[in-house]
């Protein structure tokens, strides 16, 4: 596609999403969360890889991490659980490790059996794999993202899912834990919506947070650094660039600011919000 006919396709998405998206501050009666951006680990990374066209000699340490919502009635929701297995530690070698539960508990003070939600963006290893270290959380996934990755026995459909990602995503649907998502803007609790992103995977999501400042966008992979929004570049790993570029316009228009975007691996993300400890930065 070429780049005139992307810059279309952008025009008319952001369009058309423009009457729904218009940004708003939360009313008085809106339940309001606080967003805090854990950081469990780092780990090097060609921005090439993270931000198409990039020069390949430029490197990054990025930033693993989860974002973590409470909000009213002692409820506890995770966007992402990142990951824990030892053969992804074997693999990448992260630095500065923290398993998830362990870096979410030292950091806010919630223990892993508090958690009551776990939004998965999308299925990839490093923000699916640790969703069974919370053992009470519900999982919510796009109904899509579910049913193209992984079987009704359990198996691998695509190879973009780990196969212990899909083994035990399936254990904890077997479990009654999991609710399938069927679509875009969808609220799933009260104050946190749901969104139907850039085909970064074939079904990955995004999500606004109502907190006491407006609404916050937990953008996870759907842009990796604030370089893709900034410049509006699509990200590098992506089945479609075009409708990437769109879901990074219409999180703008959500947020109503890119300050109020969060990216899915930016480093930076701890230098543009108050923080509260080293790694854990407050996001509102």
């Known amino acids: 596609m070429t780049t005139r006919r992307v810059s279309r396709v952008i025009g008319a998405v952001s369009l058309g999403l423009l009457a729904l998206a218009l940004p708003a501050r939360p009313s008085a009666q809106a339940p309001r969360w606080d967003v805090h951006a854990v950081r469990f680990a780092s780990i090097p990374f060609q921005v090439s890889g993270l ?58 003070g919630i223990a892993p059996e508090q958690v009551t939600d776990i939004i998965v963006s999308h299925i990839h290893w490093d923000h699916a794999d640790g969703a069974d270290l919370f053992p009470n959380a519900r999982v919510w996934l796009q109904r899509e993202e579910y049913a193209h990755h992984i079987s ?24 009654g834990r999991v609710s399938l998502v069927d679509g875009d803007d969808q609220q799933i609790m009260p104050g946190v919506r749901v969104y139907t992103g850039g085909k970064h995977t074939f079904a990955s999501q995004f999500v606004g947070v109502t907190t006491r400042s407006g609404t916050v966008i937990l953008a996870s992979d759907n842009a990796y650094l604030y370089e893709n929004l900034e410049k509006k570049i699509a990200i590098a790993q992506t089945l479609d660039a075009a409708s990437n570029l769109a879901a990074q316009a219409r999180m703008l228009m959500l947020a109503g600011s890119l300050a109020k975007i969060v990216p899915g691996h930016d480093p930076a993300v701890f230098e543009r919000f108050p923080i509260m400890k080293p790694g854990v930065a407050r996001i509102d």
Not at 55 to 84: E, K, Q
Not at 162 to 174: E, G, N, S
Request: proline residues 6%; positive net charge.
């Open 51 to 108: 931000i198409q066209g990039a020069d390949p000699s430029r490197r990054i340490d990025i930033a693993m991490m989860v974002w973590v919502l409470r909000g009213p009635n002692n409820r506890v929701a995770i966007v992402d659980a990142g990951f824990y297995r030892e053969k992804f530690m074997t693999r990448w070698k992260p630095a500065e490790y923290h398993k998830p539960s362990e870096a979410v508990q030292a950091a806010l």
């Open 152 to 175: 009704d026995a359990g198996a691998v459909l695509d190879r973009a899912i780990d196969p212990d990602v899909a083994t035990m995503l399936h254990a904890i649907k077997a479990a």
